[in-house]
């Protein structure tokens, strides 16, 4: 339909005008390009030789992406396994590197994972609030070894601790790893 052809444009257009705008303040701050997917990681050494590894996700891209949905509160596996990699912490073979004794993990992304607001109504055709592929995302950071997981987009104070086994089933071992972040 008419409304379906302009929405669509809308969305395009709107998704590569904020991108290219993200892109132009990204090189700007850090003088580079960023990553394809427009997550970012850095490492820091602090005083006490202590590391803190801070992984910030996309989870705002709007459009779809031959054969991976990137939609509002989506992650996607791919990105998770970039920046993994690119982080250090999973080799070019998939393995997962362990976490060295000492260093705190931090990962950002916009949208939350669990439900922080007293109650949410629903409406048909309405924007995602909480990250589409949580799941996906929760065992990523058990994998991981995420230390602290920081999201916004609700504005709203909000503070818990999950305690997350791969397989809740099953007895922890080191490939169903029991993980407190």
């Known amino acids: 339909s008419e409304t379906d052809k302009l929405w669509t444009t809308l969305v395009e257009n709107y998704h590569r005008e904020s991108k290219e705008n993200y892109i132009n303040f990204y090189r700007d ?22 590391i803190v590894e801070v992984a910030a996700l996309n989870s705002c891209v709007l459009q779809q992406v031959k054969d991976s949905f990137l939609g509002m509160g989506f992650i996607g596996e791919q990105q998770l396994n970039n920046v993994a990699e690119s982080m ?37 055709d309405s924007k995602y609030s909480v990250t589409l592929d949580a799941e996906r995302f929760l065992r990523w950071v058990v994998r991981h070894k995420v230390d602290y997981v920081i999201h916004g987009h609700m504005h709203r104070s909000s503070c818990i601790t999950i305690t997350k086994t791969l397989s809740p089933l099953e007895p922890v071992t080191d490939s169903n790893p029991k993980h407190t972040f």
């Open 88 to 124: 250090g912490w999973m080799d070019e073979s998939g393995e997962y590197v362990s976490k060295k004794t000492g260093v705190t993990r931090i990962v950002m992304l916009h949208h939350h994972l669990t439900s922080i607001n007293e109650v949410e109504d629903a409406y048909l």
């Open 29 to 50: 701050v850090f003088q580079r390009k960023p990553e394809d997917d427009l997550s970012q990681g850095r490492k820091f050494l602090l005083g006490g030789h202590k």
